[in-house]
């Protein structure tokens, strides 16, 4: 939940930077396979991000690490968390067993 709440702010902040109401949509999927539960959340964004050398927008005091954590947290517990950015879509793929 923390990590699917994280990926949730980042997409609603990223919405949050387009002046016109039809760029704010995210869209979510998820669904079990195999015992694995996957997660898909797209929002648009500005411009294309690397994700391979994502940095934080926010300062000390607005937090900014979460993706780190997401990610951290994700394999502390035998899952992943990975990210796409094309044609100014980004997308967050969270994958974690299906456990109690």
């Known amino acids: ?3 699917f709440g994280n990926a949730l702010d980042n997409a609603i902040e990223a919405c949050m930077k387009f002046p016109t109401e039809d760029k704010k949509v995210i869209d979510i999927y998820g ?4 015992n694995i539960v996957v997660y898909v959340i797209k929002n ?12 934080t927008t926010k300062n000390a005091f ?12 994700a394999k ?8 796409e ?3 100014r879509v980004f997308t967050t793929y969270i994958m974690m067993r299906n456990e109690p």
């Open 31 to 34: 669904e079990v396979k195999n």
């Open 44 to 55: 648009p964004v500005v411009r294309n991000i690397d994700v391979k050398n994502m940095k």
């Open 85 to 87: 950015c094309k044609d």
């Open 62 to 73: 607005g937090h900014g690490y979460g993706i780190l954590s997401m990610q951290n947290l």
């Open 76 to 83: 502390k517990h035998g899952g992943d968390v990975s990210f």
């Open 1 to 3: 939940a923390i990590i």
